[in-house]
């Protein structure tokens, strides 16, 4: 998606070879129209799937699900990180650990919103390790609901997780996917296929 990645070439922040910061528009402040160009393309990839449900967790997630489930015009639901004080009957929960923040977390959706005959689809803003999206496959088929795709912000190709949940058979829609971030510079999986160098 050509804007995004024009966005993230003026406003992404390359923190280290493996992250990169994208807080004014994605996971800080947040673009309005850019996440509305995003549902837009999202809705537009998955707009044949039969889609029930849009499933994310919070926070930088539900932004571009939000936009992405009012395209599509069905419901949108976030997988909370920590129990809210309202949650209490038919919680599904399911472990998480994040590689990057060496951290593990319970994550929970209440079985009220997602129901056996959904059809989910997965949107969050990074695909690194997986671990996030195989903790939202793993809530909504425990609710029994089928997952009929995955749709990310920003795939981080260099890492494994697109190739885990491709390989598991779920169809992964990234939006921009980044070759490399080494020495500072951004290239796009597409640039490193044609041999393209942004210096
Ligand atoms: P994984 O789910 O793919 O395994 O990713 P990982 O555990 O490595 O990521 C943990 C958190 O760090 C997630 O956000 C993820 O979106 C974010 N993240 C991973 N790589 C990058 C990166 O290069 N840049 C940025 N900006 N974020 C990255 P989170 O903790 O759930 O945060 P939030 O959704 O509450 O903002």
Known sequence: ????????????????????????????????????????EFSKRFKDQSITKVLTIESSGIAPALMTSLKLGIPMVF?????????????????????????????????????????????????????????LIDLAEQAGAEVAGIGIVIEKSFQDGGEILRQKGFRVESLAELHSLKNGRITYKEEATAGVNHS
């Open 1 to 40: 998606m050509k804007l995004l990645q024009q966005k993230i070439r003026e406003e992404g922040v390359v923190l280290s070879d493996s992250v990169l910061k994208v807080d004014s528009f994605l996971n800080h402040g947040v673009d309005p129209q850019l996440m509305d160009a995003i549902g837009e």
């Open 79 to 135: 997988a909370r990180k920590k129990k809210s004080l309202t949650q209490s009957d038919g919680l599904i929960t399911s472990k998480v650990y994040s590689f990057t923040k060496r951290e593990e977390n319970t994550i929970s959706i209440s079985s009220q919103y997602i129901q056996t005959g959904d059809r989910v689809l997965i949107i969050d803003d990074f695909l690194a390790n997986g671990q996030a999206a195989l903790g």
